[in-house]
């Protein structure tokens, strides 16, 4: 029989996973000039546990709904399965893991407890940018160049929001040359609710190993940006720090849509000061869908009905983030409030920014 041996199997694991209790062994501290907190202080304050998972590197944080994963030096925080970019690295002092309070405020605290917005108005129209156009082709591998599948991507999404009942705006819907500055502008000026950017992706090396979606939104003010091709010195506020805890949740939940419905790799949700980003007065990502210089997914990416199976995964990600946002429903029985209806699913087929300057 099986079952007593698995259990077995479990209560050995869980001999194995060392309960984090007891007083911190840390202290609140300074590093490089910003302040850190003992995790499981944090953890405790927010009702979850911690575990070790590799003494002194790893530790779960959890309860029956949220499972953390920090790693000592990292610049990843795992949440519930996606991985999230941190501004700053997990610390370790005294054997215990301390991380950053602007890490906690400003990429977990808006995961874990999503900001509801009383008077915030429902969303109804959503601006989509596909990436590149005209001259400029985007990523170019073979024959094939990113800015005609961005556009494609975003022609198939389109028609899908619209089905969902969204109004949609694009802000090119053909081969033509859009600068940078007048793609946010287009969204602030016909005040859409959402921006979503979309484009692929390419790496000089690792061609073979490097694939699957990631997503990004507005770098915290004061924080370097996820790549290490960020975009210069300037940490100070930009137009889009404003909704910038809605930018990330919407994020989060686009990622975690796109690695679940496509059984995709998760690349993360990262931060970025993009000009497509840092313009935009409403909540605002970019999604990179993929690699095309990955052979596999390089071909998904130029078939069709992946690109509506990308589409669907979007708004999905989009209505469970209007889902979070959105104040509870009135109480009263008879509540009129409209209904978004679900994407059909049927079976069919740089300019995300300035080339990033290096971040010191
Ligand atoms: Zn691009």
Known sequence: ??????????????????????????????????SYVPLVDWARANGLKCFWLKRGDEVLATNRTTRLVFDKDSRMVEVNG??????????????????????????????????????????????????????????????????????????????QLQKAGFNVIL????????????????????????????????????????????????????????????????????????????????AYQVQKSLVRNLGAKDRGVRRARFAVLRDATMPAILIEGGYMTHPAESKKIYDA??????????????????RLVLPPPPTSPATTRPVVKKPTVTGKGGNKGSIPKRTP
């Open 82 to 159: 996606i991985d999230v970019a941190l501004s700053f690295p997990v610390a370790a002092d005294h054997g215990a893991l301390l991380v950053a309070q602007t890490d906690l405020n400003t990429a977990i605290q808006p995961l874990l407890f999503p900001p509801r917005i009383a008077d915030l108005k429902r969303i109804t129209t959503i601006c989509l940018d596909p990436g590149h156009g005209g001259k400029d082709t985007g990523n170019h591998t073979f024959w094939r160049s990113e800015k005609t599948y961005t556009l494609a991507l975003a022609l198939e999404l389109r028609d």
């Open 171 to 250: 802000t090119r819907t053909r081969d033509t040359s859009v600068e940078l500055p007048d793609r946010p502008a287009l969204a602030n000026r016909r005040g859409a609710d959402l921006f979503v950017s979309l484009h692929f992706n390419a790496t000089p090396t690792g061609k073979n190993e490097v694939e699957g979606p990631q997503t990004y939104c507005i770098t915290p003010v004061g924080a370097s940006s996820t790549d290490a091709q960020g975009e210069g010195a300037n940490f100070g506020p930009t137009m889009a720090n404003r909704a910038e805890q809605k930018s990330l949740l919407l």
């Open 305 to 322: 009905g992946y690109r509506h199976q990308m589409a669907q995964a979007i708004v999905i990600g989009i209505l469970t983030y209007q």
């Open 1 to 34: 029989m099986t079952q007593p041996f698995a259990g077995l199997k479990q209560f050995a694991l869980l001999l194995a996973l060392c309960l984090v209790s007891g007083p911190s062994p840390a202290h609140a501290a300074f590093i490089i000039g910003h």
